[in-house]
T-cell receptor
Framework: SQQGEEDPQALSIQEGENATMNCSYKTSINNLQWYRQNSGRGLVHLILIRSNEREKHSGRLRVTLDTSKKSSSLLITASRAADTASYFCATEGSNYKLTFGKGTLLTVNP | DSGVTQTPKHLITATGQRVTLRCSPRSGDLSVYWYQQSLDQGLQFLIQYYNGEERAKGNILERFSAQQFPDLHSELNLSSLELGDSALYFC????????????FGPGTRLTVT
């Protein structure tokens, strides 16, 4: 069963715009991670945010975590065509298992 | 390039057969994870090994087994293959046993005919 659920399922924007993806989960977590996957290829780790953290930045990426609402968001600023990919959130609980959502398909149009 | 290698890249086999997928983790990583990705099930965690020992188990079928060797490479064995086993199989590695980012290999695409 999927722990994290991303929203929206698909997002289409123009280059230069910001993209926001949301993730909701159901049980307590140790951390939440965001990954990117280009079609049919391996996943690339973007950001890990621990349960005691509220916000993290990495380059053009900003992740927030609200444990009271069991939700997280990933913001990509000034998007580029190369950002076109599927984005997954994954939650890790106390059992060390990483559970992935179904992903958001982001399309950035040039 | 994540530093995680997987072989083979593609595998086509018939129902009822047995295959072995191989994974070499990043240098220095002690944990290896196996995942299955299919269109209907999404990305499913199968099993984790940490420094040679099984650490966590997910939705791994009894027909599937894995192990991690002393040199830390890992193998996933899939037997009595069914059409529904067709999927992308990913290996990932991390430094520790939990609470670390995972680095994914390029995957093995298994097609069962």
């Amino acid at each position: 069963s999927q722990q994290g659920e991303e929203d929206p399922q698909a997002l289409s924007i123009q280059e230069g715009e910001n993209a926001t993806m949301n993730c909701s989960y159901k049980t307590s977590i140790n951390n939440l991670q965001w990954y990117r996957q280009n079609s049919g290829r391996g996943l690339v780790h973007l950001i890990l945010i621990r349960s005691n953290e509220r916000e993290k930045h990495s380059g053009r990426l900003r992740v927030t975590l609200d444990t009271s609402k069991k939700s997280s968001s990933l913001l990509i600023t000034a998007s580029r065509a190369a950002d076109t990919a599927s984005y997954f959130c994954a939650t890790e609980g106390s059992n060390y298992k990483l559970t992935f959502g179904k992903g958001t398909l982001l399309t950035v149009n040039p | 390039d994540s530093g995680v290698t997987q072989t083979p890249k593609h595998l086509i086999t018939a129902t009822g057969q047995r295959v072995t997928l191989r994974c070499s983790p990043r240098s220095g990583d002690l944990s290896v994870y196996w995942y299955q990705q299919s269109l209907d099930q999404g990305l499913q965690f199968l099993i984790q090994y940490y420094n040679g020992e099984e650490r966590a188990k997910g939705n791994i079928l009894e027909r599937f087994s894995a192990q991690q060797f002393p040199d830390l490479h890992s193998e996933l064995n899939l037997s009595s293959l069914e059409l529904g086993d067709s999927a992308l199989y990913f290996c990932a590695s991390s430094v520790g046993g939990g609470d670390y980012e995972q680095y994914f290999g390029p995957g093995t695409r298994l097609t069962v005919t």
